[in-house]
């Protein structure tokens, strides 16, 4: 099993660009989470998905949009990066029972010039 | 939601226990205790959990005090590659989706 996927590992755009950061998982949760962590601080929850159609906004949302069009993929899209956005950004997976734990990904450090 | 307060930063040297400490005097009685860990900016994982008792496994021991107000994660024997910032989390939500609230956990440092 691969686990959690997130591609690009690194990424530069300049101010005002858009792009996408995909995460993939393989175990067929039906949770699905992106979180972002600045230099020196904890996670983050920015949205999240408890199945396919459905998402929601975690403490950071402003400034990025999520769709889960299938339970394997939850893209996190950036509309019109800033430099605020400048981080490192995790996705998560986890079944949908309480008791059990997350599988993070390996994360995508981004930078915004 | 029930908050956790853990010290900054922790040094234990290599092959004797650490022993990281967690305050969750909040919590409520459905909620459960999560240790995570994170090595040198790679993704957050997954060490151990537990609601009331006391729990083992092949990573850690996890101790949560009778009136579950705090909790200690155990280390038997730490080695270098143990040097981690370790979050002490409680998982909240009733049904449904679950969040994991991370605070700025503990700099376990694991010297020779």
């Known amino acids: 099993n691969a686990g959690v996927t997130q591609t690009p590992k690194f990424q530069v755009l300049k101010t005002g660009q858009s792009m996408t950061l995909q995460c993939a998982q393989d175990m067929n949760h039906e949770y699905m989470s992106w979180y972002r962590q600045d230099p020196g601080m904890g996670l983050r929850l920015i949205h999240y998905?408890?199945?396919?159609?459905?998402?929601d906004q975690g403490e950071v949302p402003n400034g990025y949009n999520v769709s889960r069009s299938t339970t394997e993929d939850f893209p996190l899209r950036l509309l019109s990066a800033a430099p605020s956005q400048t981080s490192v950004y995790f996705c998560?997976?986890?079944?949908?029972?309480?008791?059990?734990?997350?599988?993070f990904g390996q994360g995508t450090r981004l930078t915004v010039v | 939601d029930a908050k956790t307060t853990q010290p900054t930063s922790m040094d234990c040297a290599e092959g004797r226990a650490a022993n990281l400490p967690c305050n969750h005097s909040?919590?409520?009685?459905?909620?459960?205790v999560y240790w995570y860990r994170q090595i040198h900016s790679q993704g957050p994982q997954y060490i151990i959990h537990?609601?009331?008792n006391n729990e083992t496994n092949e990573m850690a021991s996890l101790i949560i005090t009778e009136d579950r107000k705090s909790s200690t994660l155990i280390l038997p024997h730490a080695t270098l590659r143990d040097t981690a910032v370790y979050y002490c989390i409680v998982r909240v939500g009733t049904g449904g989706y679950n969040k994991l609230i991370f605070g700025a956990g503990t700099r376990l440092a694991v010297h020779p």
């Open positions: 537990g609601l009331k």
């Open positions: 909040t919590i409520s009685g459905n909620e459960y």
């Open positions: 998560a997976s986890s079944p949908p029972d309480r008791n059990t734990e997350a599988f």
């Open positions: 998905s408890v199945g396919a159609g459905i998402t």
